[in-house]
């Protein structure tokens, strides 16, 4: 997948621009631009029509304080290559994980406590909060534009100015000793065949792998789903990382809905090679890793220079190392491009976000559960 970021033009500028005419040429694109900085202007949105303005202004700030949803490993090499590439920046990241930690951190924002931070994370449990605390800036129109090379899909097509940097899927995890090829699940529907009924395999009572489908089968759909995959009585868990090693022990036969990440961290600790996965479609997939702005950033210029640098190739390996395997589908060449790639996706993206907590509750009731769990 591959996203361009030259503005389109006709073939008549083309034309002119092989035969002498690049000064038309250059003035289409600045039109182009001015045209593109009206418009987000309209919205409510600041636009820098280059790149270079952008550099010159981060180096002035001269520094760049962040919050991510990052593992210290990914924040260590991240931190060494961003100022390796950009040493005029001095780069502070503290990382931040969890329900708790996010909602202490929204508390600190809508208080004014938080103020020396320019780039926050954007917990999904209270996406909707953050956008009044952040600056407007129009992210998706510079990314559109060439003036940041973002892929487009990566940010909110509604709220311009939140870009998310990684992305996770679900996979079905197997034991290769316990499960005989001819009985691996080859689609959603299988594991509603008579075999797998009277604890055959495991599902969380976190539903994040069957919300997931309701992006491509709608919700009623994955409701009636969902019913019909607790009548076949799994073995109810919670978490993934815990299964899979039981899995690994020959405690369990099946999974479904660990994440990818998780499932191949624990190959990593299987040197027997007993656990394997399938990917089922349509893939549910979700949009991580959510930073924005913040509205006092006294640095915004020098926060601009790393959401480039994180959608980039070499952030992405990063990524895929560290994380590990959550690099975003949008940025060829990835694991997690690569992995999906041809596949039919379910994909929780940015108009999904408010739905996501509504549709895991119905769901934990359509298993029979008489209250549903906070996701975290």
Request: proline residues 6%; positive net charge.
């Amino acid at each position: 997948m591959k996203f361009g970021i030259v503005p389109r033009v006709s073939f008549s500028l083309l034309l002119g621009l092989f035969v002498g005419g690049s000064d038309t040429f250059a003035a289409s694109v600045d039109a182009d631009l001015e045209k593109a900085g009206k418009e987000a202007e309209a919205k409510g949105y600041a636009f820098i029509t280059s790149h270079e303005e952008i550099v010159t202004k981060a180096k002035m700030e001269g520094g760049l304080r962040v919050l991510a949803e990052m593992q210290a490993a990914n924040i260590k090499a991240s931190t060494a290559a961003f100022i390796k590439k950009y040493p005029f920046i001095k780069l502070h990241i503290e990382q931040i994980t969890g329900t708790d930690s996010a909602q202490r951190n929204i508390l600190e924002i809508k208080s004014g406590a938080a103020m020396d931070w320019d780039i926050l994370h954007l917990s999904t449990d209270f996406y909707n909060e953050y956008i009044p605390h952040l600056k407007r800036i129009d992210l998706l129109g510079m990314a559109r534009h060439g003036v940041l090379r973002i892929p487009p899909p990566m940010i909110d097509p509604i709220n311009r100015n939140i870009v998310a940097f990684f992305t996770r899927f679900q996979v079905t995890a197997y034991n290769q000793r316990l499960v005989p090829p001819n009985r691996i699940p080859k689609t959603w529907e299988d594991l509603l065949k008579p075999e797998f009924k009277g604890r055959k395999f495991a599902a969380d009572i976190r539903p994040t792998e069957i919300a997931g489908l309701a992006a491509a089968w709608g919700l009623e759909k994955t409701l009636d789903f969902a019913r019909r995959i607790s009548a076949q009585q799994p073995i109810w868990v919670r978490g993934g990382t815990r299964t899979l090693t039981a899995i690994i022990a020959g405690e369990i036969p099946i999974m479904i809905g660990p994440n990818f990440g998780s499932l191949k961290r624990a190959q990593r600790r299987d040197p027997t090679d007993i656990l394997h996965y399938v990917i089922l479609e349509p893939v549910p997939l979700r949009l991580t890793l959510a930073e924005a702005i913040h509205a006092t950033s006294k640095r915004p210029h020098a926060a601009l220079l790393w959401f480039e640098w994180m959608a980039s190739p070499e952030a992405q390996k990063y990524t895929d190392e560290h994380e590990p395997f959550d690099s975003s589908v949008y940025v060829r060449g990835g694991a997690v491009e690569q992995e999906l790639r041809g596949r039919k996706l379910s994909v929780m993206g940015w108009e999904h976000h408010q739905n996501i907590d509504q549709w895991q509750a119905k769901i934990f009731e359509a298993y029979g559960f008489p209250k549903a769990e906070k996701s975290r």
